[in-house]
Nanobody, 115 residues
């Protein structure tokens, strides 16, 4: 069993920054891909960013140049640094990890960009 615990969400003003963290525990070896998804009200969940064990990354077009993703395999943790946030980034952000052939999800953390 694998547990994912996210942290770092909150309320931020437009143009601000937040850093999300997601720590995996349990039977986590190996974590092939670590990723962040988000879901805004009345919208489908979308992939924001992902990072493989080889550190290859993928980003949603709308966050390129503003968000970065990194992982610490020693700590089984993935980070999402979000800069230049705008109202369209408001959503619940979910951490996801691909371990062997299974995908595990965190409980989600709310990010609200507003004045």
């Amino acid at each position: 069993q694998v547990q994912l615990v996210e942290s770092g969400g909150g309320l931020v003003q437009p143009g601000g920054s937040l850093r999300l963290s997601c720590a995996a525990s349990g039977n986590t070896v190996p974590i092939t891909v670590m990723a962040w998804y988000r879901q805004a009200p009345e919208k489908e969940r979308e992939l924001v960013a992902s990072i493989g064990r080889n550190r290859r990354t993928h980003f949603l077009d709308s966050v390129k140049g503003r968000f970065s993703i990194s992982r610490d395999d020693a700590e089984n943790t993935v980070y999402l640094q979000m800069d230049s946030l705008n109202s369209e980034d408001t959503a619940v952000y979910f951490c996801a990890c691909l371990i062997l052939n299974d995908v595990y999800w965190g409980q989600g953390t709310q990010v609200t960009v507003s004045t």
